[in-house]
């Protein structure tokens, strides 16, 4: 039983900085490391993607819209996922979602309530 809880959203001009902060209860570190982690986004009116993806040993992977701005990061100690966003543009504008997904039991999946990003003049 993994929680998940996302901070750091907010309203940003275009060019602007926001890191994103998932940290995640109910797991000690030691089980936490089993799980991928990721950040996925859904626009109004549109899909959910993924934006960010982080496994247990720290292999990376992002969406091509995000690579060269986006860095996702892991602390395996202080059971936390962040996603540090730079350049943001209108079209980051989105619900970001931390998910959880364990890497021996893909049926162990969590998702958090997600944080707003708001990208405008």
């Known amino acids: 039983q993994v929680r998940l809880v996302e901070s750091g959203g907010g309203l940003v001009q275009p060019g602007g900085s926001l890191r994103l902060s998932c940290a995640a209860s109910?797991?000690?570190?030691?089980?936490?490391?089993?799980?991928?982690m990721g950040w996925y986004r859904q626009a109004s009116g549109k899909q959910r993607e993924l934006v960010a993806i982080i496994g247990p040993t720290g292999s990376v992977s992002y969406a091509d819209s995000v690579k060269g701005r986006f860095t996702i990061s892991r602390d395996n100690v202080k059971s936390t996922v962040a996603l540090q966003m730079n350049g943001l543009k209108p079209e980051d504008t989105a619900m970001y979602y931390c998910?959880?997904?364990?890497?021996?039991?893909?049926?162990?999946?969590?998702w958090g309530q997600g944080t707003q990003v708001t990208v405008s003049s």
């Open positions: 998910n959880a997904r364990n890497a021996r039991n893909a049926g162990r999946n969590y």
């Open positions: 109910g797991a000690s570190g030691s089980i936490f490391s089993i799980y991928v």
